[in-house]
Nanobody, 116 residues
Framework: QVQFVESGGGLVQPGGSLRLSCAAS??????????MGWYRQAPGKQRELVAT???????NYADSVKGRFTISRDNAKNMVYLQMNSLKPEDTAVYYC????????WGQGTQVTVSS
């Protein structure tokens, strides 16, 4: 089984940028053959998928983040990244990475807070 450790979150003002990182460990078989996704969950809301990156390099984004977020992956390093630009208060959430569309065990995530 693969494990995920997210990092890079923090407090940022509206319009600012953050780059999140996800390190995968354990079984890299899943990482190499499955699409990777970034998810987020705000208090009182469902966890939602915001971006995916397939092993073949195709990407998809939720409408709410399209044009502002960019997902990338480095299979050689077992890393996934999420570049977040033009951040809005609505982006405030705990961000998680996992395989998609069948996520496995969740890491602790990394908190992103967008506030002035």
């Amino acid at each position: 089984q693969v494990q995920f450790v997210e990092s890079g979150g923090g407090l940022v003002q509206p319009g600012g940028s953050l780059r999140l990182s996800c390190a995968a460990s354990g079984s890299i078989f899943l990482f190499s053959i499955y699409a990777m996704g970034w998810y987020r969950q705000a208090p009182g809301k469902q966890r939602e998928l915001v971006a995916t990156f397939t092993s073949g390099g195709s990407t998809n984004y939720a409408d709410s983040v399209k044009g502002r977020f960019t997902i990338s992956r480095d299979n050689a390093k077992n890393m996934v990244y999420l570049q977040m630009n033009s951040l809005k208060p609505e982006d405030t959430a705990v961000y998680y990475c996992n395989v998609s569309p069948r996520p496995r065990s969740w890491g602790q995530g990394t908190q992103v807070t967008v506030s002035s």
